[in-house]
């Protein structure tokens, strides 16, 4: 059965960091564009970046200001989410999420969500 589990969430102090990991499994996510989102209590869903299959593209809402990278480890069927100098406002639920997706940019729409992971910042 196809499932994304997100980990590497928890509670970290401003202008910590953390690495967010998002495994697949009943799936092989390196055929796969895998997208990652935060919802904020009370906000919409917004997209954080995204990790192209083949040619490992990646992209970037404008807001992160460069402090989060996307990466991937096909071997362990995983992507992650570096986040580096956090910040109060970077306190929401992170999920990742797969696609099919041969176009470029971020895809419209995914086939797997994962449950998510909380991430608090403060002080």
């Known amino acids: 059965q196809a499932q994304l589990v997100e980990s590497g969430g928890g509670l970290v102090q401003p202008g910590g960091s953390l690495r967010l990991s998002c495994a697949a499994s009943g799936f092989t996510l390196e055929y796969y564009t895998i997208g990652w989102f935060r919802q904020a209590p009370g906000k919409e869903r917004e997209g954080i970046s995204c990790i192209n299959s083949s040619d490992r593209r990646t992209y970037y809402a404008d807001f992160m200001g460069g402090r989060f990278t996307i990466s991937r480890d096909n071997a362990k069927n995983t992507v992650y989410l570096q986040m580096n100098s956090l910040k109060p406002e970077d306190t929401a639920v992170y999920y990742c999420?797969?696609?099919?997706?041969?176009?470029?940019?971020?895809?419209?729409?995914?086939?797997?969500w994962g449950q998510g992971t909380q991430v608090t910042v403060s002080s």
């Open positions: 999420a797969a696609a099919v997706h041969y176009e470029l940019g971020c895809p419209n729409e995914y086939d797997y």
